[in-house]
């Protein structure tokens, strides 16, 4: 999703994957440059990308020790989004580094009202497609969450709490 609202902004993007098919799927989306990160650098080939310099803003949905590559990945002055924590709930960061290169840490779970209204435009103008994998009936929760933690769903999947 973030893709596809980076995309409707205006924006060049970079998307990291950690198997091919994934990055077949992500380029679908509008990706410009996808990193496979058990294969590639992911520092190395957004500076490469962005002509030495580090992407403007990056949205990090894993966290744990990713946090700090993520951080390493862009440019001085610019913005890290974090939201999500699928490798864990804790960073560790050379906060030196951060502080000295200005860069910006923010943190998210939702936006604000306007924002849900222009990507709820984005929608109905076909900008933005929603990204279903799949669904599940709510007695599969552990299941789902064993198929996202494992890097089987592409997109997001959907737990209808009327399914048994």
């Known amino acids: 999703m973030h893709i596809q609202v980076a995309k409707a902004l205006g924006a060049k993007v970079a998307a990291t994957v950690r198997d091919d098919v994934k990055g077949d799927y992500v380029k679908s989306l509008g990706a410009d440059l996808v990193i ?25 949905n894993v966290g744990g020790n990713e946090l700090s590559r993520t951080i390493e990945a862009v440019r001085p002055f610019g913005i890290i989004v974090a939201y999500g924590f699928m490798a864990g709930e ?3 960061t050379n906060v030196r580094e951060f502080f000295f290169t200005q860069k910006q840490l923010r943190g998210t779970i939702f936006a604000d009202p306007e ?8 929608v109905r103008a076909g900008r933005i497609k929603p990204a279903l994998d799949r669904t599940f009936p709510l ?12 890097n089987q769903v ?5 737990l209808l709490p009327w399914g048994v």
């Open 36 to 60: 496979n990160t058990r294969k590639e650098d992911v520092v190395e080939r957004v500076k490469a990308w962005s002509g030495g310099q580090g992407a403007d803003v990056a949205i990090d």
């Open 90 to 92: 804790e960073a560790t």
């Open 115 to 122: 924002d849900l209204q222009w990507g709820l435009d984005q």
């Open 139 to 150: 007695s599969q929760a552990a299941k789902a969450h064993r198929l996202l933690a494992d």
């Open 154 to 158: 592409k997109g997001n999947f959907v």
